[in-house]
């Protein structure tokens, strides 16, 4: 079956760094754009950036640009989200995404910025 793990997510002071990987199966993982998201207490899930299905395209919400990096690697069938410069906005639930035929979601990893 599909599956979306999330990894990654801690308690982390301002000004540090994370990395979360989401690792998948269950589907044809090269196909499918990957997508990373956030939800913070009380707001609307957003998105954070997303990758193509061969790692050559990407994107990135405003708030995250020159700070976080999204990559991939279709053989690991694993997608990753490097983030530096951590600020307390920062803090939310990752949640993995993959859409292309189908949509899927993770279940999420926690990431608290806070000193």
């Known amino acids: 079956q599909v599956q979306l793990v999330e990894s990654g997510g801690d308690l982390v002071q301002p000004g540090g760094s994370l990395r979360l990987s989401c690792a998948a199966s269950?589907?044809?993982?090269?196909?499918?754009?990957m997508s990373w998201y956030r939800q913070a207490p009380g707001t609307e899930r957003e998105l954070v950036a997303s990758?193509?299905?061969?790692?050559?395209?990407?994107n990135y919400a405003d708030p995250v640009k020159g700070r976080f990096t999204i990559s991939r690697d279709n053989a690991k069938k694993t997608v990753y989200l490097q983030m530096n410069s951590l600020k307390p906005e920062d803090t939310a639930i990752y949640y993995c995404?993959?859409?292309?035929?189908?949509?899927?979601w993770g279940q999420g990893t926690q990431v608290t910025v806070s000193s």
């Open positions: 995404k993959a859409s292309f035929a189908r949509a899927y």
């Open positions: 990758i193509s299905g061969d790692g050559g395209g990407t």
């Open positions: 269950g589907f044809s993982f090269s196909l499918y754009v």
